[in-house]
């Protein structure tokens, strides 16, 4: 579950889907999960990453920016 296993998983769902755009930076954006308690992202891609891989606990790490509330009204 480390940070290789990240960039590797990341690679594998951007290679099924046929998505070219990003690969290399999504790839080593991916190593952040391993050593940060909190992943921040609004790219697509971070989310299905998360979605395929649910047992991994890095994935719960992935939030949305959309989702935090800085200010409550």
């Given amino acids: ?3 290789l296993a990240n960039i590797t998983k990341m690679i594998i769902l951007q290679s099924k889907n046929k998505s070219e755009r990003g690969v290399y930076f999504d790839s ?4 952040y999960m391993t050593y940060s308690d909190l992943f921040i992202t609004n790219d697509e891609h971070f989310f299905i990453y ?3 891989n ?3 606990p890095n994935m719960a790490k992935v ?3 959309e989702d935090l509330n800085f200010f409550t009204p």
Avoid: Q, R, V
Avoid at 28 to 31: N, Q, V, Y
């Fill in 1 to 3: 579950m480390g940070p």
């Fill in 28 to 31: 080593l954006h991916s190593i």
């Fill in 50 to 52: 998360k979605n395929e």
């Fill in 54 to 56: 649910n047992h991994d």
């Fill in 63 to 65: 939030t949305s920016i």
